[in-house]
DNA sequence: GCCGGTCAGTTACATCCGCAACAATTAAAC
DNA sequence: GTTTAATTGTTGCGGATGTAACTGACCGGC
């Protein structure tokens, strides 16, 4: 029984996202000149309406410093802006600009496309299944 | 019709993909200060037996450089070692050392494991399938 | 009040990564 | 046979990342 390693999920999830992650990195790398993790900011902004940074680490499971820096190059970007709350000087609420909301808008057409052109090699109901099992095996990682 | 970011695949990919990788790298970081380049130059060598960097880069798809440095690191591990080849003075044959090979059965034992665990949450045939999509999704995005 | 603990976010430093340029070797053109 | 192109792999350098230490701000016990 030799193991295979191009058959252990690991490294299969690994490969599968890279190749994903890099094709789709092209649409907002080109165009507007963003980092993966600014993406992912700039998208947790736009689906879920103003938040903290604190608050997209928890829900993405990306580093602090990581969100830090996206933060200030889309603050750079003029694509958000931030405001201290009044009641705890430490926090800030991040929201994003007109011009943020529509790079978004923008993004979010060519994120759609994209999930279309990717899945058109599966059926309706593969996604939907690939998709349940992808969560639960985050959560059975994590 | 609002985008769902939590559903966007190359998202829950990406998502699913680190928090997998991050959790499996505790058994070869913390064991042999291994990174996960180094871990996959070692498998594919465990795997396939002796090869070409410039192979393993075309198997994984990984970059020259990161393969470059990766032996690199596995040869001061003394984990691998190179032999010029006589008809082509470029190639280089990677293999592993008796070390390298005592190292290799160690995280091929623990890599097994590590998948029963992850994958008891799914079914067997949840899991063929899972492998097939990800496999035709890289196939698609490369 | 005041001091230790905690929390949000940033900075410092060391490491890792990717692109481009490079050296060395072989193959091809003619 | 010499020049040019292609290839195997390495290195320099700027940029990105993670760990740990830090700042500033709130909260608790006392």
Redesign the pocket.
């Known amino acids: 029984m030799s193991f295979v390693l191009p058959q252990f999920l690991p490294y299969l999830l690994n490969q599968a996202a890279e190749a994903v992650s890099r094709d789709f990195q092209g649409y907002y790398r080109d165009r507007y000149g963003m980092?993966?993790?600014e993406w992912r900011v700039l998208f947790h902004l736009g689906c879920y309406g103003e938040m903290?940074?604190?608050?997209i680490c928890g829900l993405a499971s990306i580093?602090?410093?990581?969100?830090?820096?996206a933060?200030?190059a889309l603050e750079v970007k003029r694509y958000l802006r931030r405001t201290t709350s009044a009641?705890?000087?430490?926090?800030?609420t991040l929201s994003l600009t007109t011009s943020g909301h529509r790079v978004f808008r923008d993004l979010q057409a060519a994120a759609e496309q994209y999930e279309r052109d990717i899945t058109s090699v599966l059926s309706p109901g593969e996604v939907s299944s690939l998709r349940a099992m992808l969560v639960k095996l985050e959560k059975s990682a994590g």
């Open positions: 980092l993966r993790t903290t940074a604190g608050r580093h602090k410093t990581k969100v830090s820096r933060v200030r009641q705890d000087r430490r926090v800030e």
